[in-house]
């Protein structure tokens, strides 16, 4: 798996095969992005609103800021693995849609994803 500095890296097998949660709640798209001082961890629900209620065809994107160890560090697998572990579902923002591909293209800003399925 390769990560890029502000560009984003889908890793949903990933994620659900260490933490099976994701899929047992509905969701269907992971994705993660290092920044300067944070990562950005993003997870698809599908069929929920924005008041994580059932909606069929509607999905919510909820991304979640996670504090670097320190300025600029390098995203690697064993770091991924204790984000994905330690995920408590929380999120910092979150943005509902009825096209799952349109909030993914939201989410690559014209820099592209890495490994998007």
């Known amino acids: 798996m390769k990560f890029e500095f502000a560009k984003y890296t889908e890793i949903t097998d990933?994620?659900?095969n260490i933490n099976p949660?994701?899929?047992n709640n509905g969701y269907v798209r992971l994705f993660i992005c290092p920044d300067v001082w944070d990562y950005w961890f993003v997870r698809i629900l599908k069929d929920v609103n924005e008041e994580y209620e059932?909606?069929?065809g509607s999905f919510v994107l909820e991304r979640n800021k996670i504090e670097m160890d320190r300025k600029g560090e390098?995203?690697?697998l064993t770091k991924l693995r204790r984000i994905i572990e330690e995920d408590d579902f929380?999120?910092?923002d979150i943005k509902q849609g009825f096209d799952l591909e349109e909030l993914i293209d939201m989410l690559d800003d014209g820099f592209g994803i890495i490994d998007r399925k």
């Open 90 to 92: 929380s999120n910092w």
């Open 74 to 76: 390098k995203l690697s």
């Open 54 to 56: 059932y909606e069929e």
């Open 14 to 16: 990933y994620a659900f």
């Open 21 to 23: 949660e994701y899929k």
